[in-house]
């Protein structure tokens, strides 16, 4: 599975963007799908998180109300709405494909889980 993540860019604070992640198989619809952000000199974090269905969601709390996933399925892409962006926000992200054994936050949140990986995009939010 290729995935091809795009979207990105520089916004203010309190601004808006729509991430979207294509995948390349035909088999799109039986992965659960990720995201994850990596911010200059932090670790990878966990950010969100769809089954492979679409219905069923989790969110980091550092997102939780201000962030939106959802896929379609029928056009193999998952998206990632950004709403209020904050400067802490600012960070490249990544898409993720992988098959939980259950959708639980103890597969969800692990990278490890994720046998796919876009390329990332950069999104910079200025305060």
């Known amino acids: 599975v290729q995935l091809q993540a795009s979207g990105g860019g520089l916004v203010q604070a309190g601004d808006s963007l729509r991430l979207s992640c294509a995948a390349s198989?035909?088999?799109?619809?039986?992965?659960?799908m990720g995201w994850f952000r990596q911010a200059p000199g932090k670790e990878r974090e966990f950010v969100a998180a769809?089954?492979?269905?679409?219905?069923?969601?989790y969110y980091a709390d550092s997102v939780k109300g201000r962030f939106t996933v959802s896929r379609e399925n029928a056009k193999n892409t998952v998206y990632l709405q950004m709403n209020s962006l904050k400067f802490e926000d600012t960070a490249v992200y990544y898409c993720?494909?992988?098959?939980?054994?259950?959708?639980?936050?103890?597969?969800?949140?692990?990278?490890?889980?994720?046998?796919?990986w876009g390329q990332g995009t950069q999104v910079t939010v200025s305060s």
């Open positions: 993720a494909a992988g098959r939980m054994p259950t959708f639980q936050a103890q597969n969800i949140l692990d990278d490890v889980r994720y046998a796919y």
């Open positions: 198989a035909r088999s799109f619809s039986t992965y659960d």
């Open positions: 769809i089954s492979l269905l679409g219905t069923r969601t």
